[in-house]
């Protein structure tokens, strides 16, 4: 927007106002530069969020994985209920596959 504006004064005024006009321009963008650069250089730096070990559950005869799944088959035909989530690391219960990676050609079954 600037430019444009400094292109129409070169047009309809002079090109030494314009000129000048652009020097100041440039100073005071640059100076607002410098500031924002010290400033994010002198602050404190932010404490990083606390990750938590990655969480896989594959219950009732499903299939889980942080990676991908090929070829995966999973089956609970038993009537046991799910147990509970006990909120860390990988779990694979009831006929299920789970994997903090990829899965490639796993098969479970659990029931008759």
């Known amino acids: 927007m600037a430019s444009v504006a400094l292109s129409v ?13 652009a020097g100041v ?7 607002a530069a410098l500031i924002f650069s010290v400033h994010t250089m002198t602050r404190a730096p932010q404490s990083p969020s606390p990750q938590s070990a990655p969480q896989v559950r594959a219950t ?6 942080l990676g991908s799944i090929r070829n995966a088959q999973a089956r609970d035909t038993s009537a046991t209920p799910v147990p509970p989530d006990t909120g ?4 694979a ?3 299920s596959n789970a994997s903090g990676g990829d899965i490639d050609g796993a098969t479970a079954h659990r029931g008759q």
């Open 25 to 31: 321009l440039g100073a005071v963008v640059g100076a």
């Open 93 to 95: 219960a009831n006929g």
């Open 9 to 21: 004064l070169v047009i309809v005024g002079d090109l030494n106002t314009a000129g000048q006009l």
């Open 88 to 91: 860390d690391g990988v779990v």
């Open 60 to 65: 009732g005869g499903s299939n889980a994985a």
